[in-house]
């Protein structure tokens, strides 16, 4: 497939915030994609040439972009530089330059999205001597050939910067619409064009009327078409073989919608990679993503929790009696082992164990069986005192990458397991909470202050549990988990199967997304930080900017130097003293206040925002949502 295909459908999906739009171009763009370089497209409209869950990263400056563009065009460094300070960003400087640059030659050579992804992957695996050159090599021969639109979005996907607002439920809801059937009542056929189309009231194919009418649709002739009709949901079997599925009523057609789109999202939930997803359905159908499962080795995305207010509110969404857990304050880990290999991954799908060969001998002595994925928490212990530290002495564990075993003497870490997912081959994911515990009690005989299963006690009873609350507190935990006897596993997703109770007001994890240069003694620290929250989707929304709570000494805290250090290399574009970075370093912030505010694109803003710490373990997935902040909006003008 030639990349300008999918260049013209960038600009397009760009064009428009619309969702629907998004969905239904995507999905006709995927109908037509060819089997073989369906994962490369899915993970090029993520903006990416990896899956998710793969951590190898791109790492391609913005300074090397400049050298690229440079090279591939000819121009000086200086005059490549200046015209990014002008129109501020790099996928465009290549656009227009490479579009000065061809005015009088021919396109002879195709760039095919084979060899984009190729290219741009092994910038990721070159290591040694003469890296740099050779990085700029891969990327300028990729723009030389290109044509100026290629050019925009080949500079942006190494930027890690394409910006096309293709959220996850935006590309599943498109896999879905362009490889399963359509359903009568969610699309319409067209009268004009004959296409079948969502349910709005314009063609999203030729404009024209489209006529709602859910009985009307049903009683029309769709000669030469495959029709299934279906009265239930265990109707829906051998979808591959049909082209229609017409529901008894509208009701069951949007619950037959509803239904399709969740077994995706589990597929994705437990693959976290829609390349996977898309092509066991084009082979094998809805069925097939049944057969999608969880394999030791492969991290799944974990199960997170929602808040509670206080007990009383816990014990509403989990059901009395519930299992009331220590909410330990460290980092989550997911531990894998099949036969003798081991792995540790974090919540955002990084492997860590090499970090952790402490952790990596607990597992051998201390559980069981040879082939599971658990999912816990690791705090840090003081060697001295023995008392648990709080995250922020321990997240330089994760990082680091050299002298381990210094690490592992200086900083010693105990493992809280507190769920399974999987245990010597039988998938767990179905099966009640309490069974999965009990389970976990048979595999894991713990090694005090190294490795055992999460403080539990099973209580109706609020007193009870405000003791253990307490208790908890006391040692120095974040505050305790409540969680519903019964429930199933639920990967991805941010569920009322357990609850989070906490003494503290919240704060909010927020993205930078932006930042300013300082003034006179500051003038080589960047100073401002924007901030931005998510919606579904994952479009970032900006709630405002914070200086404070930034120290001018890195001991006291996180530091304006600090912070310069890890944003400079990911700043991609910039303007005067503003620059705009890769969002991706996120910080716990607290404030005063929620004001509405038309300044910043989430239309909230926050008053006398301060930074509390850098969140290492969390992605720009993770962080509040602005679901969350209107929620903590309202809640706040109750009181
Ligand atoms: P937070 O910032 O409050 O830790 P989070 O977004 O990282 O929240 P949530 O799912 O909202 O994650 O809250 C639960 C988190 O608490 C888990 O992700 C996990 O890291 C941690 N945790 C500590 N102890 C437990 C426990 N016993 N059971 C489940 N999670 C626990």
Known sequence: MDYIKLAELYEKLESTTKRLEKTYLLSKFLEKTKKEVLDYVIYLLQGRVFPPWDERVIGFSSQLMLRAISKSTGISIRKVE?????????????????????????????????????????????????????????????????????????????????????????????????????????????????????????????????????????????????????????????????????????????????YIIEELQHAYDLTTDFGVVAIKLIEKGLEGLKEISLVPGKPIKVMLYQKAEDIKDGFETVGKPAALEFKYDGFRLELHRKGEKIWLFTRRLEDVTKQFPD????????????????????????????????????????????????????????????????????????????????????IVKPIKDKIGLAEQIITSSEKEAKKFFQKALSLGNEGIMMKNLNAIYKPGSRVGYGVKVKPVLESLDLVITGAEWGRGKRATWLSSFVLACRDEEGNLLEVGKVGTGIKEKAEEGVSFEQLTKILKPLIIGQKGREVRVKPEIVVEVTYGEIQKSPSYSSGYALRFPRVVRLRTDRTVNDITTIGEIRNLYKKQHKK
């Open 82 to 258: 200046d015209l990014w300070r002008r129109i501020g960003d790099l996928g465009n400087v290549a656009e227009n330059l490479i579009g000065k640059k061809k005015q009088s030659t021919l396109f002879t050579k195709h760039v095919t999205v084979k060899k984009v992804v190729d290219n741009i992957r092994k910038l990721a695996e070159i290591t040694g001597v003469g890296t740099v050159d050779k990085k700029i090599s891969l990327v300028s021969e990729l723009l030389t050939s290109a044509k100026p639109l290629e050019a925009k979005f080949i500079v942006r996907t190494v930027l890690e910067d394409l910006r096309t607002g293709v959220g996850e439920g935006t590309l599943r809801d498109a896999i879905a619409w362009a490889f399963l059937p359509k359903i009568i009542g969610i699309f319409y056929q067209c009268n004009e064009c004959k296409e079948f189309v969502p349910a709005v009231k314009k063609c999203l194919n030729c404009n024209s009327q489209i006529e709602l009418n859910f009985k009307k649709e049903v009683e029309k002739k769709f000669k030469g078409l495959k029709i299934l009709k279906v009265k239930k949901i265990s109707d829906l079997k051998n979808l591959k073989k049909y082209d229609l599925i017409i529901c008894k009523d509208e009701r069951l057609a949007r619950d037959v919608y509803n």
């Open 359 to 442: 952790v990596v001998s607990y597992i051998k002595k201390a559980i069981k069986s040879k082939d599971f994925i658990l999912d816990c928490e690791t705090i840090g212990i003081d060697p001295k005192t023995g008392r648990w530290l709080p995250f922020q002495n321990i997240s330089q564990r994760i990082k680091r990458k050299y002298d381990i075993q210094k690490m592992v003497k200086e900083i010693p870490v105990m493992v809280n397991i507190f769920d399974a997912m999987e245990v010597d081959g039988k998938n767990l994911l179905n099966v009640p909470f309490k069974e999965r515990r009990k389970i976990l009690e048979k």
